[in-house]
Nanobody
Framework: QVQLVESGGGLVQAGGSLRLSCTVSKRTFISYNMGWFRQAPGKEREFVAAFRWSAGNTYYADSVKGRFTISRDNTKNAVYLQMNSLKPEDTAVYYC??????????????????WGQGTQVTVSS
């Protein structure tokens, strides 16, 4: 089994920054492509960012381009989401996700097999 644990969420004012972390229990972390999704109350889960390691590609939702950056540290089995210039509409539970393989549908939640429990991000006006 692959276990993912998110951390780094919290309450910030608009314009502030947070860095989310996701640690992966599996030794084969290098073989997994990683993504970040979020879900606001009453809304469907939506794609935020993804890292296609084998191809060196990153993917971002239009709503976060230029503000969020996804990265990973293979020595720590961790993936990060640096969030800058946060807006109230960024308020959501953020989930780390993993998939084995790197097909083209990196933005689809249905391509990911493993999920963390989520970490709350709240941005006040």
């Amino acid at each position: 089994q692959v276990q993912l644990v998110e951390s780094g969420g919290g309450l910030v004012q608009a314009g502030g920054s947070l860095r989310l972390s996701c640690t992966v229990s599996k030794r084969t972390f290098i073989s997994y492509n990683m993504g970040w999704f979020r879900q606001a109350p009453g809304k469907e889960r939506e794609f935020v960012a993804a890292f296609r390691w084998s191809a060196g590609n990153t993917y971002y939702a239009d709503s976060v381009k230029g503000r969020f950056t996804i990265s990973r540290d293979n020595t720590k089995n961790a993936v990060y989401l640096q969030m800058n210039s946060l807006k109230p509409e960024d308020t959501a539970v953020y989930y780390c996700a993993a998939r084995l393989g790197g097909g083209p549908q990196m933005r689809s939640e249905y391509e990911y097999s493993y999920w963390g429990q989520g970490t709350q991000v709240t941005v006040s006006s």
